[in-house]
Nanobody, 120 residues
């Protein structure tokens, strides 16, 4: 079993910054792609950014130039640095990871979510 634990959400004013972290723990063979999704009230969950095991990165158009995703493979952790935050960035942010188990089976795991609120 794999657990993803997120931290770093909160309330910030427009134009401010936050850094989200997500640490994976448990028994597994390897972590493949990791990413961040978000879900605003009344909207579908959407991809914010993803990073492959080889550090190939993908961003949603709405966050390009403002958000930066990175990962520390030694710590099994993925980060999301969010700058120039806007009220429309308000959402619950979820960490996601594709993990290869010790039985070499790939499964997708989700974190519990962390609230990000951008408001003055």
């Amino acid at each position: 079993q794999v657990q993803l634990v997120e931290s770093g959400g909160g309330l910030v004013q427009p134009g401010g910054s936050l850094r989200l972290s997500c640490a994976a723990s448990g028994n597994f063979f390897s972590i493949n792609a990791m990413g961040w999704y978000r879900q605003a009230p009344g909207k579908q969950r959407e991809l914010v950014a993803s990073i492959s095991s080889g550090s190939r990165i993908n961003y949603a158009d709405s966050v390009k130039g403002r958000f930066t995703i990175s990962r520390d493979n030694a710590k099994n952790t993925v980060y999301l640095q969010m700058n120039m935050l806007k009220p429309e960035d308000t959402a619950v942010y979820y960490c996601n990871a594709d993990v290869t188990s010790t039985y070499l089976r790939v499964m997708t795991y989700w974190g519990q979510g962390t609230q990000v609120t951008v408001s003055s």
